[in-house]
Nanobody, 124 residues
Framework: EVQLQASGGGLVQAGGSLRLSCAASGFSFNAYAIGWFRQAPGKEREGLSC???????YYTDSTKGRFTISSDNAKNTVYLQMNSLKAEDTAVYYC??????????????????WGRGTLVTVSS
């Protein structure tokens, strides 16, 4: 059974940084992607970044340059380093898996497995 657990959220001041972690287990797929998403109150779920099993990374225009996705395969963990945080980054952040990999994308509808979110609050 595929399980994903996001952690690392919290309260941070504008301009600060946070690193989110996504611990994955139960994978038996050769090709997959792990993506990060967020959902702010009253807004649709938004894709942020993804990393494929062969290490390719993808970002949206809103995160490129501020957020960095990485993985530690030995720990089965994917990270999202978030810098220069803004009040509008406040949201619940989720990680998800597209497994087996269909297409490398940050569109939520392509992702099959979702973890529980972690709340990020950026104070201005």
């Amino acid at each position: 059974e595929v399980q994903l657990q996001a952690s690392g959220g919290g309260l941070v001041q504008a301009g600060g940084s946070l690193r989110l972690s996504c611990a994955a287990s139960g994978f038996s797929f050769n090709a997959y992607a792990i993506g990060w998403f967020r959902q702010a109150p009253g807004k649709e779920r938004e894709g942020l970044s993804c990393i494929t099993s062969d290490g390719k990374t993808y970002y949206t225009d809103s995160t490129k340059g501020r957020f960095t996705i990485s993985s530690d395969n030995a720990k089965n963990t994917v990270y999202l380093q978030m810098n220069s945080l803004k009040a509008e980054d406040t949201a619940v952040y989720y990680c998800a898996a597209d497994a087996p990999l269909v297409i490398a994308t940050i569109l939520p509808e392509y992702y099959d497995y979702w973890g529980r979110g972690t709340l990020v609050t950026v104070s201005s």
